[in-house]
């Protein structure tokens, strides 16, 4: 019986080193695969961060573009409107004009004149005297 204990004891001895063999071998793996994903981990966040750099930049862009869009289209649109107010304000009085000649042809009264119209009896008054001499 003594030596079935000895061999026993053995045979797990040498079974306890061979595992631990293994054991470090698969430790070691584990190590380089750890290194790996670490390094792997580390290639992302440097591409995420070059990434986001370059999309803040690109909006930064964006904004200086629009901003000097936006004021250049501004400008022209304060310049536009007040020749286009003036030219339609010159036609306007003047088809005003023709509809008081046309209204006074017809034998109506400034007052009927100006509620036609829309406007005051003054406004009637100085279109006439306006485009009377002119």
């Known amino acids: 019986m003594f030596y079935i204990l000895v061999i026993l004891g053995s045979i797990f001895i040498a079974l306890g080193v061979f595992l631990e063999k293994e054991n470090k071998d698969l430790k ?11 390094d792997k981990t580390q290639e992302s966040k440097n591409l995420q961060n070059n990434e986001v750099k370059k999309t803040k930049l690109l909006e930064e862009r964006i904004e200086d573009i629009e901003e000097i869009l936006f ?31 046309k209204y006074e042809k017809e034998n109506k009264s400034l007052d009927e ?9 003054g406004e009637v008054l ?7 001499n002119s």
Do not use: G, M, R
């Open 28 to 38: 070691k793996k584990d190590l380089f695969i750890d290194e790996l994903y670490n």
């Open 71 to 101: 004021k250049k289209a501004l400008e022209e649109e304060i310049k536009k409107p007040k020749a286009i107010e003036e030219q339609e304000k010159e036609k306007d009085s003047l088809e005003k004009y023709k509809l008081i000649k």
């Open 113 to 121: 004149i100006s509620k036609l119209l829309h406007v005051n009896k």
């Open 126 to 132: 100085l279109l006439k005297n306006l485009y009377k």
